[in-house]
């Protein structure tokens, strides 16, 4: 069997159509909850159903314009106003459709964020204590962790893989340099950094060096260790907005890091948004498309141009509509999408 062939065939013999075929491949690589959700809601025909909707109302009123171009002597003029309030009204159920993109995107890829910081500061602390395990071995000692550990959890129903990384200083330990520098490359590579500084030392000059590499990343600061030492006393830049106290050894504070987690990627409004739509990347083309269209019916309406032109924009829409659920689909566009599936599926 080749990838995705069963579902393929459920596809071509018209069992699914294309929005509940990428949601099969969507369920099997849920990695929350919520992603499950999302994906079982697709399967259910909850993307294919307003798509439908909206690519049948467009038919039909590429049906009037084009009545109207065949038989213009026999048929009453065409009403432009209720032509522009129906154009209006789907482009607006398109617009609020193609908003799913980044919740589908966060539900489908995740987040990758880097915790980053000077040498015990509490890192791998903030880790386990994140992680309710013990994902990272914890010294005294700086300079423990010599290599990135990762913990895979989910925070507000988004995946998220946390990278704890090896403090960040000036060292000639050949490991530790390796280390170092894999640290500052994770942190490039991150959604998100958490640079993580120790209250009862505040904030220093290594942390400011550190601060230098990573301020053009997302990032949140996250003073440790007030258990020991109030964070009130501590000094850092102005321009950092976001900051987070934890006491990662009696693991206080994490509820509050992950909420400023959500609000920094945007991703609270995911989670609270309707978690049954949210459309891929391939979808989300083909919306942009019928939204393009749509927008140029509507100028070409404004310019008073004749019905031929309405037409050319409104086809493009229904083409674009169309793609999604695999009603105007090319054979290279299904290969692309069932060459991800497994085998057996």
């Known amino acids: 069997a080749q990838p995705g062939e069963f ?24 990695r929350s909850p919520q992603a499950a959700q999302t994906a079982l809601a697709g399967l259910q025909g909850k993307l294919a159903h307003p798509i439908r909707h909206l690519r049948a109302r467009c038919l039909d009123i590429l049906a009037e314009i084009e009545a109207r171009i065949d038989f213009e002597e026999d048929l009453a003029p065409l009403d432009d106003s209720y032509i522009k309030t129906e154009i209006a ?61 990762e913990s895979q959890l989910v925070v507000g129903g988004i995946p998220v893989q946390v ?22 490359l994770s942190a490039q ?20 060096d550190i601060y230098e590499q990573v301020k053009h990343r997302p990032m949140i600061l996250v ?3 007030i258990d020991i030492k109030t964070a009130k006393s501590v000094q850092y830049p102005a321009e950092i907005t976001q900051v987070v106290t934890t006491a990662a050894a009696l693991t206080l504070g994490i509820e509050t890091l992950e909420q400023a987690i ?3 990627v945007q991703a609270g409004k995911v989670y609270s948004a309707d978690m049954d739509l949210a459309i891929n990347q391939r979808q989300a083309a083909a919306l942009t498309l019928a939204q393009t269209s749509l927008e140029q019916m509507q100028a070409t309406i404004d ?31 299904l290969d692309r999408i069932f060459s991800r599936f497994c085998i057996g599926k």
């Open 303 to 333: 310019q008073q141009l004749p019905l031929d032109f309405w037409t050319i924009d409104l086809r493009g829409a229904i083409q674009a509509l169309g793609e999604i659920t695999g009603e105007e689909v090319t054979e290279s566009v």
């Open 89 to 149: 009204q789907i482009l607006a159920e398109v617009k609020k459709i193609i908003s799913t993109a980044d919740k589908g995107e966060l539900l489908r890829t995740g987040l990758k964020v880097a915790i980053v910081g000077c040498p015990n500061v509490g890192k791998s602390s903030l880790l386990n204590a994140w992680s309710r395990s013990d994902r990272a071995i914890v010294t005294d000692l700086p300079g423990t962790t010599r290599d990135v550990v």
């Open 189 to 208: 590579a991150a959604d998100l950094v958490l640079l993580t500084i120790d209250a009862s030392t505040g904030w220093t000059d290594a942390d400011r």
């Open 163 to 184: 990278l704890d990384t090896a403090g960040i200083r000036a060292t000639e330990d050949r490991v530790e340099k390796i280390g170092v520098e894999r640290s500052l």
């Open 262 to 264: 959500l609000e920094k």
């Open 223 to 225: 003073i440790n260790k």
């Open 7 to 30: 579902t393929l065939r459920a596809f071509l013999n018209g069992r699914l159509d294309l929005t509940q075929a990428e949601s099969i491949a969507d369920l099997v690589g849920a």
